[in-house]
């Protein structure tokens, strides 16, 4: 509705329908509204990850450590080392991103081979993922997620600029063969979960620079083709795949985590046992703070609970998707387009995992599970599309017009600011 039509409106006349519906779409189409969009998310999502963790963890470790605040704190640290890099990739310029692309992706490569050398990658569950530095466990696959992103995008937009997008050839060197490397490096780890994640990342650049559907048929044939591989040559993926299609059989071996967080899910009901309350973390259900902690979402919250998780990860998408809409610079676009897309698979993954619409696959969910070699990657990311979204039209004029935060506000007023 137009704004004269509102200015019409005779006085002390209630709003109706249609002019609210107008009111509302014009709060999601100011110049900032992506940027408070992926704060706003993260940070709620951020606050219920650190009380899950809490609440999944404290029974364990309690019973292992005598402290029922182990992994909550070793969570809290993550966190705010996620949030210092968060806050600085929101304040770096496009340049910096695309200097650091190709440094990130080599460190990755490197990264990735260490964890193949015996004696120094660490396996887990069937799984070799992580580098042992003392008491820290890193997990170099997903740095790399990150690291594609930047890298692919910066290749297409180099490419785009040179007008060399017009055929499959050029499009696809290197770009192909430097993400098949990253894909089969973690794929000899046996992480099923991130290879799908990286062709993802993968597809979601082609897409956003309009490749041709006769090359998404091929990749999709080949992608096909090597998760079934990868399901053949592993015993325990063809266990998990025949467990998924016949969920009620073998609830006692193969299905049991997933029954118990079918479980869990469903003895929440519409509002939950209340936080703290949960029985599916007594030893109940395996890895409930890092695979399964929905299943304790949906547990402690109820159905209400796992309908705010979902709805804050459908407004991040939509933000993401916004920015990438919304900006003019090709590596923008395509940086913004394959952060959305990591993000929102990972989350459709994982959550699918506990609602036994997908195969159990062992990835977190972002920002809620436990983990840090997952949640700073994660935060640079979010940080990167807050520097996209201030790139927005009109959104440098608003930041302009709104003035200093809160924080340089309070420092001006104590002196230790300028104003």
């Known amino acids: 509705m137009s704004e004269s039509t509102l200015k019409e409106r005779p006085p002390g006349r209630a709003a109706g329908p249609r002019?609210?519906?107008?009111?509302?779409?014009?709060?999601?189409?100011?110049?900032?509204?992506?940027?408070?969009?992926?704060?706003?998310?993260?940070?709620?999502l951020l606050a219920l990850g650190l009380t899950m963790v809490l609440s999944a963890s404290s029974v364990r470790q309690l019973q292992a450590t005598g402290s029922a605040y182990t992994l909550f704190q070793k969570q809290a640290i993550w966190m705010v080392i996620g949030l210092l890099g968060m806050w600085g990739a929101s304040h770096l310029p496009v340049r910096t991103f695309r200097a650091l692309a190709y440094p990130l992706v080599?460190?990755?490569?490197?990264?990735?081979?260490?964890?193949?050398?015996?004696g120094l990658g660490q396996s887990a569950n069937g799984a070799t993922r992580w580098i042992a530095l003392g008491p820290l466990q890193l997990q170099p696959s997903e740095p790399a997620k990150l690291g594609l992103v930047l890298w692919g995008a910066d290749l297409l937009a180099r490419k785009e600029r040179l007008g060399q997008l017009t055929e499959w050839r050029p499009l696809l060197m290197p770009l192909l063969p430097g993400a098949a490397l990253l894909v089969l490096l973690v794929m000899l780890g046996n992480d099923l979960g991130t290879t799908l994640v990286l062709l993802t990342i993968f597809l979601s650049l082609l897409w956003v620079v309009g490749a041709p559907g006769r090359l998404f048929i091929g990749i999709l044939g080949l992608v096909g083709l090597l998760v079934s591989i990868l399901i053949v040559v592993e015993p325990y993926r063809m266990d998990r795949l025949t467990g998924f299609l016949d969920p009620s059989s073998n609830q006692k071996t193969i299905n049991y985590q997933g029954t118990q967080g079918l479980y869990a899910l469903s003895s929440g009901g519409w509002f939950g046992t209340g936080l703290g309350e949960g029985r599916a973390k007594w030893d109940f259900l395996p890895h409930i703070e890092t695979d399964f902690i929905f299943a304790l979402v949906g547990e402690e919250f109820g159905l209400v609970g796992t309908l705010m998780v979902l709805g804050l990860f459908g407004l991040l998408a939509?933000?993401?998707?916004?920015?990438?809409?919304?900006v003019r610079d090709p590596f923008t676009r395509l940086t913004a387009a394959g952060c959305t897309a990591w993000?929102?698979?990972?989350?459709?993954?994982?959550?699918?995992?506990?609602?036994?619409?997908?195969?159990?696959?062992?990835?977190?969910?972002?920002?809620?599970?436990?983990?840090?070699?997952?949640?700073?990657?994660?935060l640079i990311a979010l940080g990167?599309?807050?520097?996209?979204?201030?790139?927005?039209?009109?959104?440098?004029?608003?930041l302009a017009a709104r003035g200093p935060g809160p924080l340089l506000r309070a420092l001006s007023w104590l002196g230790l600011a300028r104003r």
């Open 343 to 378: 993000l929102l698979v990972q989350a459709i993954v994982n959550i699918g995992a506990v609602i036994a619409v997908f195969p159990i696959t062992g990835i977190p969910l972002p920002l809620v599970s436990y983990g840090g070699s997952a949640l700073i990657p994660t």
């Open 318 to 326: 939509y933000a993401g998707l916004r920015i990438a809409r919304r």
């Open 19 to 44: 002019e609210q519906v107008a009111a509302a779409v014009g709060l999601l189409d100011r110049p900032l509204t992506s940027y408070y969009l992926v704060l706003g998310c993260t940070m709620l």
């Open 384 to 398: 990167m599309l807050l520097a996209f979204a201030k790139r927005e039209p009109g959104a440098r004029q608003a």
């Open 106 to 118: 080599l460190l990755s490569v490197v990264a990735l081979l260490v964890v193949l050398v015996p």
